[in-house]
């Protein structure tokens, strides 16, 4: 105990000369710990950016339900597969017969519907208006009337357009709960009736879909949006074929919600089988098309989230080790400018061990305060996006005890050799230096 109790003063007074050393020399200790306060700052911030955006992904998709499949032209599956970006393009549009020839000839499907403006090779955006209110750039999808049962959405107010508004080319539309706020909420006003604009086009609100789990904001999340009849969508932004950008072709895709009865596997098979057909593909031939998944989708996900984290680790690998170094300068700055003081210490009975501990602590304390420097700019780096932005972003505890525990590294790793310079000086050589 009495061991104890004096390593915990000899800790103490340290800690309390490190931060005196700090406040005399405050300009040197600014520029000292910078590097350190950057790799924190990058390692906090990115994780917070990618860990919401990774939760908010996650909780979309699995909304969508796991057993719905999504025939696209091409999306990350195929990257991640190694395809050819060009032999991608070359990929036909997907259509609203495509989606109606799945209906027709499939016996293991329950649900089909085409959405039109989603998927690759761009989303369709607009922004919304109402007496003067206006939203941020909203996704526009052309779908049919079981665009609400096929996505396991719930409504919030009006109704769903019908099969006859569709047939009819009617302008209505079903608004995102983000739409609803932005637009009526505020100045409590029902949507429902209201004539809204999208782009050029008016369109008579029907009804508003219920908030979706976890969209947190996201641009492209599920509540910024409005859904119209794929054939009004068709004379406002063209059809399937229409060519738009340098890819070419509307964006398209197709969402189909297998029987109770049948399993998924054997649902992508028949999908596939019917696909192949439609686009005249022969044996030797691979699909020109994507059947996506859930797993699939959170599988490429994975592999991007953990390459991201790989560079976030590196990039802040670098300006740590910048940091240390300035760290590394500055305490042999600081043991020579001590000698003096080393030799007294020493001379008065202070060993080796104690010695080393008392500028490994202060190394410590140096990077320590840049960690909580770092901490603290990162999670406010987090947070000023998310008000700027709405990107949704998360603040794990692990990320800061990350922070933390590389700071507090840097500091034993690039303070030992300063610390160990200092223990091993002479106690003569050191009180006669001048």
């Not at 017969?97 to 089909?112: P, Y």
């Amino acid at each position: 105990m009495a061991l104890f109790e004096r390593y915990l003063g000899l800790f103490r007074e340290t800690a309390r000369m490190a931060f005196e050393t700090l406040r005399t020399n405050k300009m040197r200790s600014a520029l000292t710990v910078l590097g350190v306060v950057i790799g924190v700052t990058s390692i906090v911030g990115m994780t917070s950016l990618i860990r919401g955006f990774d939760t908010s992904l996650r909780d979309s998709i699995s909304a969508l339900g796991p057993r719905t499949i999504f025939v696209q032209r091409f999306g990350a599956v195929s990257f991640s597969a190694g395809a050819s970006f060009l032999d991608l393009i070359r990929r036909p549009s997907l259509t609203i017969e495509d989606g109606q020839a799945i209906e027709r000839n499939s016996t293991t499907i329950d649900l089909v519907d085409t959405w039109l403006g989603a998927g690759p090779p761009g989303p369709t955006f607009e922004r919304l208006f109402y007496a003067g209110e206006r939203t941020r750039p909203a996704a526009v999808m052309g779908t049919s009337d079981r665009f609400i049962d096929v996505n396991f959405a719930k409504m919030f107010a009006g109704r769903m357009f019908t099969e006859q508004e569709v047939e009819r080319r009617r302008r209505v539309a079903v608004i995102g709960f983000d739409v609803y706020e932005a637009l009526f909420a505020r100045r409590g006003i029902d949507p429902v009736g209201k004539r809204i604009r999208i782009g050029a086009v008016e369109y008579a609100v029907v009804g508003v879909m219920g908030k979706r789990p976890s969209a947190g904001g996201f641009a492209m999340g599920q509540d910024n949006m409005a859904v119209i009849p794929y054939t009004a969508f068709r004379k406002q932004f063209g059809n399937e074929r229409v060519r738009r950008g340098p890819f070419g072709g509307q964006a398209v895709m197709i969402a189909v919600v297998p029987r109770e009865d049948v399993s998924r596997d054997e649902a992508m098979r028949e999908v596939e089988t019917i696909m192949r057909i439609r686009h005249g593909l022969t044996l030797d031939k691979p699909n020109d098309f994507d059947l996506v998944t859930q797993d699939a989708v959170l599988k490429v996900w994975d592999q991007i989230s953990q390459a991201v984290l790989l560079a976030l680790v590196v990039i802040s690998s670098v300006a740590l080790m910048v940091g240390g170094i300035g760290v590394m300068a500055i305490m042999t700055i600081s043991v020579t400018e001590r000698t003096r003081e080393i030799g007294v210490r020493k001379a008065i009975g202070a060993r080796n061990v104690e010695i080393l501990t008392q500028f490994l602590i202060e190394a410590v304390v140096l990077t320590g305060v840049g960690g909580i420097i770092g901490v603290l700019a990162g999670s406010a780096i987090g947070l000023l996006v998310n008000l700027a932005s709405g990107f949704p972003v998360s603040l794990p505890w692990w990320s800061f005890a990350l922070g933390l525990g590389f700071s507090a590294f840097v500091g034993v790793f690039f303070g030992m050799l300063p610390a160990w310079r200092a223990s091993r000086m002479d106690p003569i050589d050191a009180l006669r230096y001048e």
